[in-house]
């Protein structure tokens, strides 16, 4: 089976990115190198090809209303130009998926992971009834503004005053003459913007951000950006098996104002009988990297799983992300890793391991 192509790929190969299969999507996981391309977004400016994110539209009436069934975060305090990073839950209170719903009034936006998108479109309408769903998944392109210097280079190229748009609100503005979708969000721990264009223009912006001094990055650095700023990747962090308030988002589940969604009674029941695990983040000693899938150990025991590592760029050390049993999950708790054949330990800390100073 052939993989899908964004409208950016043959930027991309002119580029000389490093291609790899992401979610049946030919995606640069690199272009001049992950650390390169790490310490730009935290110093500088980036921009990444998310473009095979899912894109949907919902329209209808009292869309909001709908789906308010399927999330835990109460969507009444959203409004036009607002939005809300949420997920979509099954009956037993796992995550379907992680998402941001974006109020526009008379329609909702929705940004999906890519690996998610039909098992995503398939929930939604199977759940929303009387709202039309329409996928701009493969149609429209999604180009990220990420960095310090990110705003101020993404206003040379558009019409719109970007000063104007707070975190977690959005607009339409033109981008080079292109009706483009400006979302200031992101998945980096930085300010910055999501620019959702159609297909034809995506090259030319791409390339005037380029010019303007921003830096391609690929999927390798995107990974080590999030993790540093603990965001939870879908599939490794959060699953169908984890839920919000083991993987380190009760801040989305408002019991107290969402009296009906599915789940809830899940995770009501979790709630008070309290969770047993927690996902934390982890600081290791010396040069000691946890991957994916390795085990915690505790009296030659499993006892958890590290479900995201790496040696952070930034810091300059190693951190993990890990589910542990919740008496270990205070931080200043020692536990051990297994790395190979040895186990090596790591210290609970405070989540994020890096946070912008502005």
Same mark, same amino acid.
């Given at each position: 089976?052939?993989?899908?192509?964004? @409208?950016?790929?043959?930027?991309?190969?002119?580029?000389?990115?490093?291609?790899?299969?992401?979610?049946? $999507?030919?995606? @640069?996981?690199?272009?001049?190198?992950?650390?390169?391309?790490?310490?730009?977004?935290?110093?500088?400016?980036?921009?990444?090809?998310?473009? &095979?994110?899912?894109?949907?539209?919902?329209?209808?009436? #009292?869309?909001?209303?709908?789906?308010? *069934?399927?999330? @835990?975060?109460?969507?009444?305090?959203?409004? @036009?130009?607002?939005? *809300?990073?949420?997920?979509?839950?099954?009956?037993?209170?796992?995550?379907?998926?992680?998402?941001?719903?974006?109020?526009?009034?008379?329609?909702?936006?929705?940004?999906?992971?890519?690996?998610?998108?039909?098992?995503?479109?398939? $929930?939604?309408?199977?759940?929303?009834? !009387?709202?039309?769903?329409?996928?701009?998944?493969?149609? #429209?392109?999604?180009?990220?503004?990420?960095?310090?210097?990110?705003?101020?280079?993404?206003?040379?190229?558009?019409?719109?005053?970007?000063?104007?748009?707070? +975190?977690? !609100? #959005? =607009?339409?503005?033109?981008?080079?003459?292109?009706?483009?979708?400006? =979302?200031?969000?992101?998945?980096?721990?930085?300010?910055?913007?999501?620019?959702?264009?159609?297909?034809?223009?995506?090259?030319?912006? $791409?390339?005037?951000?380029?010019? &303007?001094?921003?830096?391609?990055? /690929?999927?390798?650095?995107?990974?080590?950006?999030?993790?540093?700023?603990?965001?939870?990747?879908?599939?490794?962090?959060? !699953?169908?098996?984890?839920?919000?308030?083991?993987?380190?988002?009760?801040?989305?589940? #408002?019991?107290?104002?969402?009296? !009906?969604?599915? /789940? +809830?009674?899940?995770?009501?029941?979790?709630?008070?009988? /309290?969770?047993?695990? +927690?996902?934390?983040?982890?600081?290791?000693?010396?040069?000691?990297?946890?991957? &994916?899938?390795?085990?915690?150990?505790?009296?030659?025991?499993?006892?958890?799983?590290?479900?995201?590592?790496?040696?952070?760029?930034?810091?300059?050390?190693?951190?993990?992300?890990?589910?542990?049993?919740?008496?270990?999950?205070?931080?200043?708790?020692?536990?051990?890793?297994?790395?190979?054949?040895?186990?090596?330990?790591?210290?609970?800390?405070?989540?994020?391991?890096?946070?912008?100073?502005?």
């Amino acid at each position: 089976m052939s993989l899908l192509r964004t @409208p950016l790929y043959d930027l991309c190969i002119q580029n000389k990115a490093r291609m790899t299969d992401f979610a049946g $999507w030919e995606m @640069p996981v690199q272009f001049s190198g992950i650390k390169q391309e790490h310490a730009a977004v935290r110093n500088q400016v980036g921009i990444f090809d998310i473009s &095979h994110m899912g894109k949907f539209i919902l329209t209808g009436d #009292h869309v909001l209303r709908s789906l308010q *069934q399927l999330v @835990p975060s109460d969507l009444d305090k959203l409004s @036009p130009g607002k939005a *809300q990073y949420t997920v979509l839950l099954n009956p037993q209170g796992g995550i379907i998926d992680d998402l941001i719903i974006y109020d526009e009034g008379e329609q909702v936006t929705l940004i999906v992971n890519a690996a998610t998108t039909d098992k995503d479109k398939t $929930w939604l309408l199977e759940h929303l009834a !009387n709202v039309e769903l329409h996928d701009n998944s493969q149609t #429209h392109a999604l180009i990220a503004v990420q960095g310090p210097k990110a705003v101020e280079t993404l206003q040379k190229i558009t019409d719109i005053d970007l000063s104007v748009i707070r +975190r977690y !609100n #959005h =607009a339409y503005g033109q981008v080079l003459g292109h009706k483009s979708f400006l =979302a200031r969000t992101g998945y980096t721990g930085e300010d910055g913007f999501e620019i959702m264009v159609e297909a034809d223009g995506a090259t030319a912006i $791409w390339q005037a951000l380029q010019e &303007h001094g921003a830096e391609p990055c /690929g999927l390798g650095a995107r990974d080590t950006l999030r993790l540093e700023a603990s965001m939870a990747l879908y599939g490794q962090d959060i !699953n169908d098996e984890t839920t919000p308030l083991e993987g380190g988002l009760s801040w989305l589940v #408002h019991l107290d104002k969402v009296p !009906n969604f599915i /789940g +809830r009674d899940s995770l009501a029941q979790q709630k008070a009988d /309290g969770v047993t695990r +927690r996902l934390v983040g982890l600081q290791l000693e010396g040069r000691n990297i946890a991957r &994916h899938n390795y085990p915690i150990i505790q009296d030659d025991k499993q006892i958890g799983i590290v479900t995201s590592g790496t040696l952070s760029p930034t810091l300059g050390y190693p951190v993990a992300l890990a589910y542990v049993p919740i008496e270990l999950a205070k931080v200043g708790t020692v536990i051990n890793v297994q790395i190979r054949q040895k186990t090596v330990p790591a210290t609970v800390v405070k989540k994020p391991f890096y946070k912008a100073s502005t």
